[in-house]
């Protein structure tokens, strides 16, 4: 940190210094919080708006809220119960936890397998991997949907999905891992192999533990991307009780397209879990967000 | 080093097989299987029925005036509007974000400008259209554009931002670029950090400018990274769905269209899976150039030493 602040700060040591510094700054400081403000603006706004009495949302703009001063949890209560959105809830999470946990395992398997137990065409199939990390969903959807009917409507269950979101996941999953897992210590697994463990073990007992960061950083992305999706759910899953909030919004939208109310209500519930796990994780999320995109 | 027995060599291929499985079933034979029916009219069961060779394509690029219409000006269809996002969305994005990413470095809050320009990066893009309906919005009680607009001028007339097919397009761009500058900021402030302390400060020595030492020194060590942005900022462009499904439905009309929006609405709503193969065929088409440039990156860097 030392060595930043040294790159980018020049230190001011007399008093006079620190004035101009003060003054010479003030556009800086203005232009980044300016930016910050405006960025934050359409976000609070929704926030707000969903703890408005819908009267006062009709009548006045919801900056005006913090005068008035009079807020309401009945649109959430009205959004869950009502409109459903608490049992699409329940769907997303559904739909998202094995949707991460499947890819994460395969993809951790896989990528020992690529990283430290040699095999034939091992290099370039790890570069198919890597093509494919990028394979627009597009050309997966109509082939998938003919595959799930003809397997006994996997559309009517989650089953779909999962897989769906397990083969669009894996790519990534491989490569990020397989990444990470090469630059364990080659000592500490070569010292496994000679103990006479098995590549199981040493997969379970040594790079599993020390991985856990990248392990972190990949199961964060692929949550949140699962969890944010909306073209895939809205075409694998086509029984409306089991459809997640991304798609139950957008019909939301459309039959209840003035009701700001529940509308603000119904988005800030698909945004708390992300959000919350993106301020308590921020570092692997972050992290996981570089590595699937620098490391390329 | 190397234990190259064969139960050494079946077990390296176990750990692998179940990925590659899923691989091949759910990726690979899909996208097969679509790039064979783009040359088919296709049926409501997906079937290859009607083979029509390149018609589907033909017909695309010079009969669908919703897909590609050059016979106007300026030209527009979904293939132009995502021309357009390809133009605005990357070049808004990296400008804001190498903005914020050099300004940012230089005060002590800068955790708290980065966490709040790249917490959109977490919202989902169906709350993300939620969000920006709400800004847009015609109505000045509930759109905040609107009402600066009017605040600023009393006899201004809010606009309808998403009405209009003029705005749409610009006005779903900035929604996008909202929500993602903050990845771009969050890349290239690592990259500026990357850079090491004593060069700039043999620059300073030497007495430049820091216009100077941003265009001489900073940009040109952050051209990988911004390359890279760039890549990722591509295909977000050519994929980009969700935020225009909810926020227009393509519309007013068919102005807000994109190569994603034209393949959904061709094959699951007006049942021409042929026609709407040809358009994912397209945008791999699109995207193929970004997979072998990763390939041959990594290939030079790792895997082939």
Request: aromatic share 14%.
């Amino acid at each position: 940190m030392a060595t930043v602040d040294s790159a980018v700060q020049v230190r001011a040591t007399t008093r006079s210094e620190r004035m101009v510094r003060f003054v010479t700054r003030t556009p800086l400081h203005f232009v980044l919080i300016a930016i910050s403000l405006l960025w934050l603006v359409p976000t609070v706004g929704l926030a707000l708006t969903s703890f408005r009495k819908p009267p006062a949302i009709a009548s006045s703009g919801w900056w005006h809220s913090i005068s008035q001063w009079d807020w309401t949890l009945k649109n959430y209560d009205a959004v869950i119960n009502a409109t459903g959105m608490g049992h699409a809830w329940v769907n997303s999470v559904i739909i998202t936890v094995p949707a991460t946990i499947l890819p994460l395992t395969l993809g951790a398997l896989a990528a020992f397998g690529f990283a430290w137990v040699p095999f034939p065409f091992r290099d370039t199939l790890f570069l198919i991997i890597v093509a494919l990390m990028i394979v627009p969903i597009q050309t997966s959807l109509v082939p998938l949907l003919k595959l799930f009917a003809s397997w006994g409507h996997l559309n009517n269950s989650y089953y779909g999905i999962w897989l769906a979101h397990t083969a669009f996941g894996l790519p990534l999953a491989v490569f990020l891992l397989r990444n990470f897992f090469i630059t364990l210590p080659k000592d500490l697994i070569e010292a496994a192999r000679m103990d006479g463990a098995s590549n199981f073990a040493i997969f379970r007992r040594i790079v599993i533990p020390l991985s856990v960061p990248a392990l972190a950083s990949f199961a964060i992305f692929q949550f949140l991307w699962v969890w944010n999706d909306l073209l895939m759910a809205l075409i694998f899953v086509s029984d409306p009780a089991k459809q997640p909030m991304t798609v139950r919004i957008p019909y939301l939208l459309s039959t209840y397209g003035q009701e700001y109310n529940l509308l603000a209500a119904a988005s800030f519930l698909l945004m708390i879990l992300p959000l919350a796990v993106f301020f308590a994780l921020q570092r692997y999320f972050v992290q996981g967000l570089l590595a699937g995109s620098v490391k390329t | 080093m190397r234990l190259s027995s064969a139960f050494e060599r079946v077990q390296g291929i176990v750990f692998v097989l179940p990925a590659l499985i899923v691989l091949a079933l759910f990726l690979i034979y899909p996208a097969y299987y679509t790039i064979r029916l783009a040359f088919y009219e296709g049926d409501f069961h997906y079937n290859f029925v009607h083979y029509v060779g390149l018609d589907n394509f033909k017909q695309l690029l010079t009969n669908d005036p919703d897909f590609l219409d050059l016979s106007k000006f300026p030209p527009g269809g979904a293939l132009i509007n995502n021309l357009r996002w390809v133009i605005f969305y990357i070049s808004l994005s990296l400008l804001i974000g190498l903005g914020l990413a050099v300004l940012a470095v230089r005060v002590r809050y800068e955790r708290v400008v980065k966490t709040v320009i790249f917490l959109p990066m977490a919202i989902a893009a169906t709350a993300v259209g939620i969000i920006w309906l709400f800004v847009y919005s015609p109505d000045p009680d509930i759109g905040v554009l609107n009402a600066v607009l009017v605040g600023f001028d009393n006899s201004f007339h809010p606009i309808a931002w998403l009405g209009r097919p003029d705005l749409v397009n610009y006005a779903l761009i900035f929604a996008y670029v909202w929500a993602s500058v903050g990845f771009v900021m969050v890349v290239l402030s690592a990259a500026i950090k990357g850079i090491p302390a004593e060069v700039m400060e043999a620059a300073r020595v030497d007495g430049a400018g820091e216009w100077n030492i941003f265009r001489r020194i900073m940009l040109p060590m952050l051209s990988l990274p911004i390359s890279v942005v760039t890549i990722w900022l591509f295909i977000n462009v050519i994929k980009v769905f969700d935020i225009i499904y909810v926020m227009t439905g393509g519309g007013p009309g068919t102005s807000s269209r994109v190569i994603a929006f034209t393949m959904y609405e061709e094959t699951f709503h007006n049942g021409r899976p042929g026609y709407g193969a040809a358009v994912a065929v397209i945008m791999l088409i699109l995207i193929a150039p970004v997979m072998v440039l990763n390939v041959r990156r990594f290939r030079s860097e790792k895997v082939v030493a």
